[in-house]
């Protein structure tokens, strides 16, 4: 895909996003500029794939730009955050459950050759998340005297 579709993409999927937070209460244009953010993030973070020729997923790049330009103490990293924390991110699931639901329909052929094996492998993945994710928290819950 190009760069100039993946922007695209990206685009109506922010505006979507804007209309769902709108829905929960945050006004568009006050949700506007960090939502901005997040797709110039993005775009640069896929356009950094397609230049770096390593094979690392655009995800990789995209959660490494964020975190560098939301650390304490870069230029601009307290002004990129208050901006994107005026982004409800639960809004973002709308377009993006429907985007994996629209995926997932159109190829649904494929889905059924896969058979029972996907619903095991994705029962194990679930659960190896959900276990993993309760033991780190119990360290770290730990760690802190929480508990």
Do not use: H
């Not at 901005?36 to 997923?57: C, D, N, Q």
């Amino acid at each position: 895909m190009k760069i100039k579709d993946s922007a695209i993409i990206l685009l109506i999927t922010a505006f979507i996003s804007l209309i769902a937070n709108f829905v929960k209460g945050t006004s568009p244009i006050e949700a506007l500029p960090g939502m901005l953010i997040l797709v110039a993030v993005s775009v640069l973070g896929i356009a950094l794939a397609k230049i770096i020729p390593f094979k690392i997923p655009n995800v990789a790049y995209i959660v490494t730009l964020a975190t560098i330009i939301t650390v304490p103490g870069v230029p601009g990293a307290a002004i990129v955050s208050e901006y994107v924390a005026k982004v409800d991110f639960l809004a973002l699931c709308t377009p993006i459950l429907a985007y994996a639901g629209i995926y997932t329909g159109k190829n649904i052929d494929s889905l059924k050759k896969t058979g029972w094996r996907i619903f095991v492998l994705a029962v194990v993945v679930m659960t190896g998340t959900y276990v993993g994710s309760a033991i780190i928290a119990n360290v770290v819950l730990k760690l802190i005297g929480q508990i």
